[in-house]
């Protein structure tokens, strides 16, 4: 089964600082994608990035980018010029070839910006 | 174009009873997917489905079940409800269910906050 975990229950982060929120996964499947979704208050899921694992490349965007270390299974998010807007819990999620639309969340970083 | 819905947005019941909470996916959208979110487990997969068939399944209980309707909306139904059932069901929809060459993107509904007594 596949495992995600993140090991940060709390972060935070001045205004237009960088911070890096961490996340690590397990799994036996070859190809699979990894997110990043942010949650505000409002508890409203939102999709912030998403990386290919057959792609070395990082993706990238705009102020959020991810360092995606396959061999180590290995994801991180780094989020640059920190706004108030980014507060909000980040969850570091899974989707594996064998599993559908089924997405496999970590357990979540709250990331507090103080102004 | 409209968002994912979820009605009733707010919910109280009382152990024993049963629910039952509806999902509108986007537009054009075949796939639907429920979470359920507590403080204590985290974001945990219900079940999906795709075309009016259950597509996946996660690790709960025979009393948590849903069906799709053929214009994809879908509902999700817990009977004799008991107090950890309280938490926040989301769920998600996308255009299909993946497939070995691609993915489609999940878009999350607000939620439905269900609380039992």
């Known amino acids: 089964a596949q495992t995600v975990t993140q090991s940060q229950p709390e972060m935070s982060v001045q205004e237009a600082e960088t911070v890096t929120l961490s996340c690590t996964y397990d799994?036996?499947?070859?190809?699979?994608?990894l997110f990043w979704y942010k949650q505000p208050p409002s508890r409203q899921m939102i999709l912030v990035i998403r990386?290919?694992?057959?792609?070395?490349q990082n993706a990238t965007e705009n102020r959020f980018s991810v360092n995606f270390q396959k061999a180590a299974k290995s994801f991180s998010l780094k989020i640059s010029d920190s706004q108030l807007g980014d507060a909000a819990m980040y969850f570091c999620?899974?989707?594996?070839?064998?599993?559908?639309?089924?997405?496999?969340f970590g357990e979540g970083t709250q990331l507090t910006v103080n102004p | 174009k409209a968002g994912v819905t979820q009605t009733p947005r707010y919910l109280i019941k009382t152990r024993g009873q049963q629910v039952t909470l509806s999902c509108s996916p986007i537009?054009?959208?075949?796939?639907v997917s429920w979470y359920q979110q507590t403080p204590g487990q985290g974001l945990q997969f219900l079940f999906e489905?795709?075309?009016?068939?259950?597509?996946n399944k996660g690790n709960f209980p025979g009393r948590f079940s849903g069906r799709q309707f053929s214009n994809s909306r879908s509902e999700m139904n817990v009977s004799t409800l008991e107090l950890g059932d309280s938490a926040l069901y989301l769920c998600?929809?996308?255009?299909?269910?993946?497939?070995?060459?691609?993915?489609?993107?999940?878009?999350f509904g607000p939620g439905t906050r269900l609380t039992v007594l």
């Open positions: 537009s054009g959208h075949r796939s």
């Open positions: 998600a929809s996308s255009l299909e269910t993946r497939h070995s060459t691609g993915y489609n993107e999940q878009f």
């Open positions: 799994t036996s499947e070859s190809d699979y994608y």
């Open positions: 489905y795709f075309s009016e068939t259950q597509r």
């Open positions: 999620a899974y989707m594996g070839e064998t599993s559908g639309s089924r997405l496999t």
């Open positions: 990386q290919e694992a057959y792609k070395q």
